[in-house]
């Protein structure tokens, strides 16, 4: 985990890490939109948080490998969702699938100094959780528009 001091801004782009993915990650509060667990799983993946990019993994696509590997560093330079304006209007005219959304985006990154970009369009369901029931959002799956 990296040291970062409480009122710094949320990795995702959020004004503050307390006020965005951070209620997420501690598991005070469930994630109320795809997008917000989008961005969360983002924050993760600048934390090192391993433990939340499993328990938001669909049971069905989740990996059994490691999903940060060490010898590997990343370092994550920033997030950017392209489709969110389009998707929540898509959502006024599709009412009738509440549980299931995609979110597009594009997030940079480095690796050994080498600048990468990954475009994604995640889809996520909604499901009740395994222990309370609550509604929640997983990451199911990932299409890549533009292969790079
Ligand atoms: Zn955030």
């Known amino acids: 985990m990296s040291i970062r001091p409480a009122s710094s801004a949320c990795p995702c782009g959020g ?15 469930l994630p109320p939109t795809a997008e917000a667990l989008m961005r969360s799983r983002y924050t993760a993946y600048v934390l090192k ?12 696509t ?3 490998e490691p999903i940060i590997d060490e010898k590997e560093p990343i370092r994550w330079l920033g ?14 005219n599709l009412p009738d699938h509440p549980d299931s959304d995609t979110v597009e985006f594009v997030a ?4 050994g100094g080498r600048a990468h970009r990954l475009h994604e369009v995640s889809r ?13 959002w997983f990451y199911l799956d990932g299409s890549f528009p533009e292969k790079e």
């Not at 940079?108 to 690796?111: A, L, Q």
């Open 15 to 29: 004004a503050s890490f307390d006020s965005c993915c951070g209620p997420y990650l501690s598991g005070a509060a």
């Open 62 to 64: 989740r990996p059994t």
């Open 108 to 111: 940079r990154f480095k690796i």
């Open 124 to 136: 996520f369901l909604r499901e009740p959780d395994p222990d309370s029931g609550a509604p929640r």
């Open 79 to 92: 997030l950017e969702i392209k489709s969110a304006l389009r998707l929540r209007q898509r959502k006024v």
């Open 49 to 60: 948080d391993e433990p939340y990019l499993l328990s938001t993994w669909h049971p069905s």
